[in-house]
Nanobody, 121 residues
Framework: VQLQASGGGLVQAGGSLRLSCAAS????????MGWFRQAPGKEREFVAA????????NYADSVKGRFTISRDNAGNTVYLQMNSLKPDDTAVYYC???????????????WGRGTQVTVSS
């Protein structure tokens, strides 16, 4: 499986970004999809996840109400819409594939390369 994330960039606090992650190589719809992030000097942390069918999205408390995860199984793509961004959201964002719905990085089967999101104050 190969994952290609895009959509990161520099944005002012309060702004929005939409991350995309295109998957190839396996049957996309058989996997749960998620986003993690890693800020400098910190461990990689869970951000959001979505099940195979696109239902039951799960979010970290820190992004709940501001971020929305969605997927397009026909297009083999998962999205992360990020609104009301804060400087604390600054990190490298990674898309991830797993066979089970999980918030743990150790359960991830495949990682994307990551895309930088920088939020200025």
């Amino acid at each position: 499986v190969q994952l290609q994330a895009s959509g990161g960039g520099l944005v002012q606090a309060g702004g929005s970004l939409r991350l995309s992650c295109a998957a190839s190589g396996r049957t996309f719809s058989t996997y749960c999809m998620g986003w993690f992030r890693q800020a400098p000097g910190k461990e990689r942390e869970f951000v959001a996840a979505i099940t195979r069918s696109g239902g039951s999205p799960n979010y970290a408390d820190s992004v709940k109400g501001r971020f929305t995860i969605s997927r397009d199984n026909a297009g083999n793509t998962v999205y992360l819409q990020m609104n009301s961004l804060k400087p604390d959201d600054t990190a490298v964002y990674y898309c991830a594939i797993s066979t089970i719905a999980t918030v743990f990085a150790g359960d991830i089967n495949y990682w994307g390369r990551g895309t930088q999101v920088t939020v200025s104050s």
